[in-house]
């Protein structure tokens, strides 16, 4: 298909430039976060702001209890990371005794989070 062929090249061009190397990985990795969740939310949320108020949000809370910081540090938080501070999750290791041991800063980023959602739920605003 030729207009795929040139989305390619095109795509290729804005992320890697000319030549794809071993160093690319930041590049790699926003292509994989453009294609795989930012544009498809980008744009379902522009569908919806028609209809609703839409209120979007970037999690960047890291520390040593974050998914992301086992897998790769250094790269900022990645998809689900912001779920550990919204929901019990003991299937995932994440037990009373993991929660008993967040740092400081991530019981008030918990807090934080809960209220967000919780008067989302209630008011229909995150306040």
Known sequence: DPCMVTYLRKAKQFYFGDAITEKDVDAFMKLLSDSKFN???YVLSE????HVPV???IHSFQDN????FAGLPG????HGDEL???WR????GLDQAWYNGLS???RRHMVRMLELFTNFAKFGQPT
């Not at 209890?65 to 992301?68: L, V």
Request: no cysteine; net charge negative.
């Open 39 to 41: 544009y498809g939310t």
């Open 47 to 50: 569908l919806l702001t028609t």
């Open 55 to 57: 209120y979007r949000y």
């Open 65 to 68: 209890t974050s998914f992301s």
């Open 75 to 78: 790269y900022g938080t990645t």
């Open 84 to 86: 550990q501070y919204l």
């Open 89 to 92: 999750m003991p299937d995932y």
């Open 104 to 106: 400081e800063a991530a």
